[in-house]
């Protein structure tokens, strides 16, 4: 019996290992696999992120100045749709930089009233504040983007 003892224990710790082994490993690189598509998307969602700057670019050069039209869509829509699935800790703060990014749009509609009505010496007027608080806002907002990925991706 004492010959057996150590065949008996070595079979349990392998039949154990058999047992255990294949969900551990899956659950393993099923941890790893989210990791990585969170980080994607939020890749992703800092992309829009600057696609939303260039869009308002875009947009102001048609409002204020009379650039044709392209009828592009502001991607900051699909950054929220990317919080809202997988960091929703940031929805508070893409909320804030939507506000000041209408605010913005106001004054590039402001903008547009004074084009349209000749007033071309006040076109720019009130500009440097408005975008400025758009950047200040989105740099905070990136700022806080990159301390998450520091934290959370390394």
């Known amino acids: ?3 057996l003892l150590p065949v008996i224990v070595g079979g349990l710790i392998g039949l154990a290992g058999g047992i255990v082994g294949p969900p551990l490993a899956h659950w393993l690189s099923e941890g790893s696999s989210n990791k990585k598509k969170r980080a994607e998307k939020l890749e992703e969602m800092i992309g829009h992120l600057y696609a ?3 869009w308002l670019g875009v947009v102001r050069s048609i409002r204020v100045y009379g650039a044709q039209d392209n009828n592009e869509q502001s991607p900051l829509p ?3 749709a990317i919080a809202a699935i997988y960091f929703p800790q940031f929805i508070p703060a893409l909320a804030g930089l939507s506000v000041v990014s209408h605010r913005y749009e106001i004054w590039m509609l402001e903008g547009a009233k004074k084009r349209l009505t000749g007033n071309i010496k006040e076109l ?3 500009h440097r504040e408005a975008y400025q608080a758009y950047l200040d806002n989105q740099e ?3 700022s806080t983007l990159r301390e998450f990925a520091a934290s959370e991706f390394r």
Do not use: C, S, V
């Open 1 to 3: 019996m004492e010959t």
């Open 52 to 54: 939303h700057e260039h």
């Open 140 to 142: 905070q907002f990136l």
């Open 124 to 126: 720019n007027d009130g």
């Open 78 to 80: 699909k950054a929220k």
